[in-house]
């Protein structure tokens, strides 16, 4: 691979030495694995590599010429691992599963791009001896998804999940409500949801696709704002008792669900007590933000209304940058750095998405056919070229829980149309969430990015070959 230090690895591992020799993984390998804590990774393992190169790959409980291996050794954190690739074969450990599994993304990028494919390919499947000791710099490294501006399958949504992955993301952020759709079955509320939308095991199903792949699911209700679908489906929502229209369009900022109401907070209790039922992770995402029709005194009693209901259902309240309460802020909108800064005044830690660097349905040029430029056009550089612990003024790394890509659809109707606006960009903040800030640069990562071309057109991937990129 032709990357400059060796393997064209993305995220860059905190620590990678080449070694002497190289390994090539014959017909008659086996993969070895001896917990059944590591199992499910081994099959997944196999599966992969079986596919493409026709090997039989046997999984067996000892170790073989692909080990993994789940052992005590907690020095490397809960995604941590280290591989070592010798002439006798592969070895990958880390303390968990979760780690181990991290730790396949990296064993199948240092193998050729055909390893992708999804029908046997010619070999040698020949990898270069290395050593690698890697660990995360953030705990979370997140995706979103808006399914609301245009809905996607579950078959779709669990693609996203297999392409972002393979980059050690590990949060899918689904931004499930907005003005233009309510996406999620509820079923104390059954008008909400309309055709295209998850029913309760759709949703089951994603948040176990997404348990497999170590991927933790945060469903975002966004609320008191962008929520005209609601205020369409209930007329007792409004304020005045009429039922809004429904809205198609892309303006922002003027619903609001009625603060003074009591019916509000037994519908918000209603909706984040089967959301919260339907989600084993920590987080549950009320949004929040553009609020331009809810007074800021009725933004402050709804807000803490809205903790008090989080806080009965067991979750952690997360939110934009606006949210003026709950564990996690997000920032995104470059022009108010103040509310990254009030978020860590209250004690939040924050997610940092700034527009102009990590949304992903803002145009790359002003000849992108889809996306939006109200943050600037955003080529791969831009996207790459910043650091979370210095994007804003009074912002520092121990404020900071980690990064996330989001991806709005307001011009996007199709998967193709997902993945070229991701790709080449969502790598990207992967690696910033994942690598240390010292071994990283623009220079280097362009160069490694290159050779991952190939392997997204061996997935047959719809990405944007972004002149900026020496593509191999
Ligand atoms: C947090 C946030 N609220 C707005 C803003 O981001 O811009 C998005 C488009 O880029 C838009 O879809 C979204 O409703």
């Not at 860590?344 to 040029?365: E, F, H, I, N, Q």
């Not at 612990?389 to 991806?407: F, N, S, W, Y």
Request: aromatic residues 10%.
């Amino acid at each position: 691979l032709a990357g400059p230090a060796g393997p064209a690895l993305v995220p860059v591992p905190a620590s990678l030495r080449v070694t002497e020799g190289a390994f090539t993984l014959a017909a008659d390998a086996r993969i070895g694995v001896r917990s059944a804590e590591g199992a499910p990774v081994a099959e997944q393992l196999a599966r992969l590599l079986r596919r493409s190169t026709g090997y039989a790959l046997p999984v067996v409980r000892e170790p073989a010429e692909i080990t993994l291996e789940v052992s005590g050794g907690q020095e490397l954190g809960r995604e941590g691992y280290t591989l070592d690739v010798t002439p006798a074969g592969v070895r990958l450990a880390a303390a968990t599963a979760e780690g181990v599994f991290r730790g396949v993304q990296t064993l199948r990028q240092l193998l050729p791009a055909a390893i992708e494919s999804s029908t046997p390919q010619p070999g040698p499947w020949t990898i270069g001896g290395v050593r690698i000791e890697d660990r995360p710099r953030f705990p979370y490294r997140g995706v979103m998804l808006d399914v609301a501006r245009h809905f996607f399958t579950v078959e779709q949504v669990k693609r996203y999940i297999d392409l972002a992955v393979a980059y050690k993301v590990n949060v899918l952020h689904l931004h499930l409500t907005d003005d233009q759709g309510w996406r999620i079955e509820i079923r104390s509320w059954p008008e909400l949801a309309g055709d295209d939308s998850y029913s309760q095991d759709d949703y089951r199903e994603i948040v176990r696709y997404a348990a497999e792949r170590f991927v933790t699911v945060v469903p975002e209700i966004d609320t008191p704002g962008h929520t005209n679908a609601a205020l369409a489906a209930y007329a007792e929502l409004n304020c005045d008792g009429v039922a809004r229209e429904p809205y198609e369009g892309t303006e922002v900022g003027f619903s609001s669900l009625c603060v003074d109401k009591e019916i509000t907070y037994r519908f918000l209790d209603d909706v984040v007590r089967e959301v919260a039922a339907l989600t084993p992770g920590p987080y549950l995402n009320l949004g929040g933000d553009e609020a331009h029709s809810t007074s800021p005194e009725d933004y402050e009693k709804f807000v803490a209304r809205a903790q008090e209901i989080v806080d009965v259902h067991g979750k952690q309240l997360m939110g934009w940058a606006e949210i003026t309460s709950g564990a996690v802020a997000q920032h995104w909108q470059p022009r108010e750095p103040d509310r990254a800064r009030a978020a860590v005044a209250r004690g939040a830690k924050l997610v940092m998405s700034p527009a102009d660097r990590a949304y992903l349905d803002m145009k790359y040029t002003d000849s992108t056919e889809y996306g939006l430029d109200w943050a600037g056009l955003v080529e791969v550089s831009d996207s790459y070229d910043w650091d979370p612990a210095t994007v804003v003024e009074g912002i520092h790394e121990q404020d900071i829980l980690g990064v996330e890509a989001p991806l709005w659809t307001e011009t996007l109707a199709t998967p193709d149309a997902l993945e070229f606006m991701a790709y080449p960009r969502l790598p990207g903040i992967a690696e910033i969430g994942w690598s240390p800030a010292t071994v990283r640069s623009w220079e280097d990562y362009r160069a490694r990015l290159a050779a991952h071309g190939p392997r997204w057109s061996a997935r047959s991937v719809t990405f944007y070959r972004s002149p900026e990129i020496p593509w191999s």
